[in-house]
């Protein structure tokens, strides 16, 4: 069965530092996404992707992030600088349509990169 | 406002049903979700129900949906040790995309 995959599964970094986390989102959908968890909290939308361009961003998502399709494979969450509140669990999900339109909408979900700003 | 909200601990007897709840404040979802997490693991989409149904079946797993309450219930019949898991409950966030979750519910199973 289709997966989505992400790597790594864990990521230390030290304050300041650039990370990329990166997925792998099943191979026919069109629709990509960001969220995160920070723990104990509720899972938070990030980013939406479709079309090789950003289709919405929330609050969280600001100048630090940057969401790429670097082929026709891969999307990747880029966090330029890191801060010790960006520790958390790092979601990538896909899907065949938008969450706006009428049909069947199903959103499958990679295992998730842990991230741990010390 | 897009508020999911779900009570954060149930703990079943292993072999009963378990009932897992769900409030939300928007009426205008299309579809309303359950997510399983196991521990270490990402979120695996158990089962979804569309909002013109009242209830929908698949083996162990009964969702029901009261729309004037706002109420999604999840019941697992037969529970067993395998179940032992956080479930999320999720809404399309309105009129744009991604979803909106619940803080997630914990399924203890006792033996």
């Known amino acids: 069965e289709p997966e989505v995959t992400q790597t790594p599964s864990h990521q230390v970094t030290q304050m300041g530092q650039e990370v990329i986390l990166r997925c792998v989102p099943i191979?026919?959908?069109?629709?990509f996404y960001w969220y995160r968890q920070i723990l104990g909290q509720k899972v938070e939308f990030l980013v939406s992707f479709y079309n090789n361009e950003i289709s919405e961003k929330s609050e969280i998502f600001d100048d630090q992030f940057s969401v790429e399709r670097p082929d026709g494979s891969n999307f990747t969450l880029k966090i330029r600088s890191t801060k010790l509140e960006d520790s958390a669990m790092y979601f990538c999900?896909?899907?065949?349509?938008?969450?706006?339109?009428?049909?069947?909408?199903?959103?499958?979900f990679g295992p998730g990169t842990r991230l741990t700003v010390t | 406002g897009e508020d999911v909200e779900q009570s954060l601990f149930l703990s079943v007897r292993e072999g009963d049903s378990s009932v897992i709840n769900c409030t939300y404040t928007?009426?205008?979802?299309?579809?309303l979700y359950w997510y399983k997490q196991e521990p270490g693991a990402g979120l695996q989409l158990l089962t979804y129900?569309?909002?013109?149904?009242d209830m929908k079946q698949d083996q162990r797993l009964t969702v029901l949906l009261n729309k004037k309450d706002k109420h999604l219930s999840l019941r697992i019949a037969d529970t067993q040790t395998g179940d032992s898991a956080i479930y999320f409950c999720a809404r399309p966030r309105v009129g744009a995309d991604g979803l909106t979750f619940g803080k997630g519910t914990h399924l203890i199973i006792q033996p």
């Open positions: 928007d009426s205008s979802s299309t579809y």
């Open positions: 129900i569309f909002s013109n149904m």
């Open positions: 999900a896909s899907s065949v349509s938008s969450p706006k339109s009428a049909s069947s909408y199903e959103q499958y």
């Open positions: 191979s026919n959908h069109l629709y």
